[in-house]
């Protein structure tokens, strides 16, 4: 079965960082774009972040960009999301996501598996 797993999430102070990682279980994942998306509390589920198969393109959303920064190891079929600058409004479940393209979006309609997602929390 095709999983996705996240990790690194947690709570930290507002100004810290993190850094998410996504392990895919499958080796032609490493094939796919991939995406970052986030959930607060009463929110509905966000963009984050995407990048491409051969990590050339990325996308971020305006509220991360500058701060932000994702990034994939097709060797270790692993993307990951360095978290800077963190901020409250940050706080979310952040979930992992892999396209069936090998090009980048930011539709998460086109994300066709996803992993369970990590927690961050972010204090002020």
């Known amino acids: 079965q095709v999983q996705l797993v996240e990790s690194g999430g947690g709570l930290v102070q507002a100004g810290g960082s993190l850094r998410l990682s996504c392990a895919a279980s499958e080796r032609a994942f490493s094939d796919y774009a991939k995406g970052w998306f986030r959930q607060a509390p009463g929110k509905e589920r966000e963009f984050v972040a995407a990048?491409?198969?051969?990590?050339?393109?990325?996308y971020y959303a305006d509220s991360v960009k500058g701060r932000f920064t994702i990034s994939r190891d097709n060797v270790k079929n692993t993307v990951y999301l360095q978290m800077n600058s963190l901020k409250p409004e940050d706080t979310a479940v952040y979930y992992c996501?892999?396209?069936?393209?090998?090009?980048?979006?930011?539709?998460?309609?086109?994300?066709?598996?996803w992993g369970q997602g990590t927690q961050v929390t972010i204090s002020s």
């Open positions: 990048i491409s198969r051969n990590g050339f393109i990325t």
């Open positions: 996501a892999a396209s069936a393209s090998s090009l980048a979006t930011i539709q998460a309609l086109q994300y066709y598996y």
